[in-house]
């Protein structure tokens, strides 16, 4: 069993940046992929950022070159840096992690997680 804990949200101004965090328990390490996703109120869950258990990385393109996405397997941790913040970037973002046995793939649609967190808000106001 894996358990996902994030932290890090809050209210920011757009062009502001945040910081948000994702600790793992379990059997996690690296042997699994990792993503970051969020959900704005009346909107699918949608993708982030992926890395896989190598470090290879995927980003949304709306949020490439702004975001970055980084693991420390030695601390089972998983962070996102999000810089030049933008209102729509405003939704409840979700770690989640899945067991990877190819060591290079990152996966991209929410459906292909077993773990998942409980989420963090991040408000951005404009």
């Known amino acids: 069993q894996v358990q996902l804990v994030e932290s890090g949200g809050g209210l920011v101004q757009a062009g502001g940046a945040l910081r948000l965090y994702c600790a793992a328990s379990g059997r996690t390490g690296s042997r699994a992929a990792m993503g970051w996703f969020r959900q704005a109120p009346g909107k699918e869950r949608e993708v982030v950022a992926a890395v896989s258990s190598s470090g290879t990385t995927d980003y949304a393109n709306s949020v490439k070159g702004r975001f970055t996405i980084s693991r420390d397997n030695a601390k089972n941790t998983l962070d996102l840096q999000m810089n030049s913040l933008k209102p729509e970037d405003t939704a409840v973002y979700y770690c989640?992690?899945?067991?990877?046995?190819?060591?290079?793939?990152?996966?991209?649609?929410?459906?292909?997680?077993?773990?998942w967190g409980h989420g963090t808000q991040v408000t951005v106001s404009s």
């Open positions: 989640a992690a899945r067991l990877s046995p190819n060591r290079l793939a990152t996966y991209v649609s929410s459906g292909e997680y077993d773990y």
